[in-house]
């Protein structure tokens, strides 16, 4: 069983759609985050939401809007997408705060924005 | 702030070679954890080890081995008698133990590449 789980693996749209990525983990974690990796492989924070409640909003452009309807779902909609959103967004879970246990990470979205 | 350091950006090796990726952090906090993480060409991105930083002793894994220097703050990864497997991208990342608004600063990580 996958433990965190993010459609699509791939995503290919043009400048200006809307699009969405969803997560979900079965792993029972009250945390989940979206980070995202560009195209030099840097990773940053994007979001976390801790049992559906957002507690980290790292300075993203209000384009990005993540949805938590449970703790086990943390979804990722994307307004009006610029060629400058093209990066790998990984979905990530974890026991508690995240000092408290690893992140497990899902295997990650390719989205590109041409 | 807390920052991560990996200096080399490429590392090739042949195999069997031994290897350490280097890992220099900075942080004011005296309580943190530290992690690497592995991503192999496939994409994901696997946990490897978690230290937090009161426990400074060496942590080996088969043929994997951490070296954690609070003095230096450092907190390096060697990978002995490497294998082509062992090609893949590792990241290192800070965590600062501050409640709910934890989050993990990367590292922009090292592409090992390991050669037969």
């Known amino acids: 069983d996958t433990a965190v789980s993010q459609t699509p693996k791939y995503l290919v749209t043009q400048m200006g759609n809307d699009k969405s990525i969803k997560c979900e983990q079965n792993?029972?974690?009250?945390?989940m985050y979206w980070y995202k990796q560009d195209s030099k492989k840097f990773l940053k924070i994007m979001f976390s939401y801790n049992n559906k409640e957002l507690i980290i909003n790292e300075t993203v452009p209000n384009r990005f809007s993540p949805k938590s309807p449970d703790k086990a779902h943390l979804n990722l909609h994307i307004n009006s997408l610029e060629l400058g959103d093209s990066a790998v967004y990984f979905c990530?879970?974890?026991?508690?705060?995240?000092?408290?246990?690893?992140?497990?990470f899902g295997n990650g979205t390719r989205l590109t924005v041409t | 702030a807390q920052k991560v350091t990996q200096a080399q950006t490429e590392i090739s090796v042949v195999e069997k070679e031994d290897v350490t990726l280097d890992c220099v952090y900075e942080t004011r906090d005296t309580t943190y954890y530290l992690f690497w993480y592995k991503q192999p060409p496939s994409g994901e991105l696997v946990f490897l080890i978690r230290r937090n930083s009161f426990d400074e002793q060496n942590e080996i894994s088969g043929r994997y081995s951490w070296n954690f220097q609070k003095s230096t703050s450092s907190f390096n990864f060697t990978i002995t008698a490497s294998q082509v497997v062992d090609s893949a991208v590792y990241f290192c990342?800070?965590?600062?133990?501050?409640?709910?608004?934890?989050?993990?600063?990367f590292g922009k990580g090292i592409t090992l590449s390991v050669r037969p």
């Open positions: 990342a800070l965590s600062l133990i501050t409640g709910a608004n934890s989050k993990l600063t």
């Open positions: 990530a879970s974890s026991g508690g705060t995240v000092y408290n246990s690893p992140l497990h």
């Open positions: 792993l029972g974690h009250d945390t």
